[in-house]
Structure formats: structure tokens, C-alpha cells
């Protein structure tokens, strides 16, 4: 009769590391899956951004423009 546990808890780790290595393995497997698709949403993330700046930096030069006719214009000026 053994009397010995230390073969049930060195068994129980050895299941243990491979639960845990199978469950990461299922991990990286699926984050290599979603890499192209969040590479795709980063760059058309990255294009409206660009675009957004680009129309930004139009509103602000035409705004800058209409607020210098306005001051150039003293009937356009509003009364307070």
C-alpha cells in the first residue's frame, strides 16, 4: 500500500500546465486570426483621420478668411 501522495499532486499540476498550455494555445490561435481585421479597421481608422484633418484644416483657413472680411467689412460687424 503507498502512503506517498506526491504522485497525486505532481499528477494533478501535470494536468494542470497542459489545461492551462491547451487554453493558450486556442488564445493565440484566434488572436492570429483577428490580426488582418484589426490591421484593416486600424488603417481605415487611420485614412478618416487623415481626412478629417485635411477638411479641418479647410474650415479653419476659410474661417480665418470669412472672419478677416468680416473685420474688414464694418457694416457687417455685429451690434451689441
Known sequence: MVTDPSWFYS????SG???VGVMGAIFIARLV?????VAESRSRLLEEFRGSRIG???LSENATKY???IDAN????RKR
Do not use: I, M, T
Not at 33 to 37: A, D, S, T
Open 33 to 37: 486570426q483577428h490580426l488582418p481585421e
Open 17 to 19: 500546465a497542459a489545461v
Open 74 to 77: 464694418p457694416s457687417k460687424r
Open 67 to 69: 472672419a478677416g472680411w
Open 11 to 14: 499528477s494533478l499540476a501535470q
Open 56 to 58: 479641418l484644416r479647410v
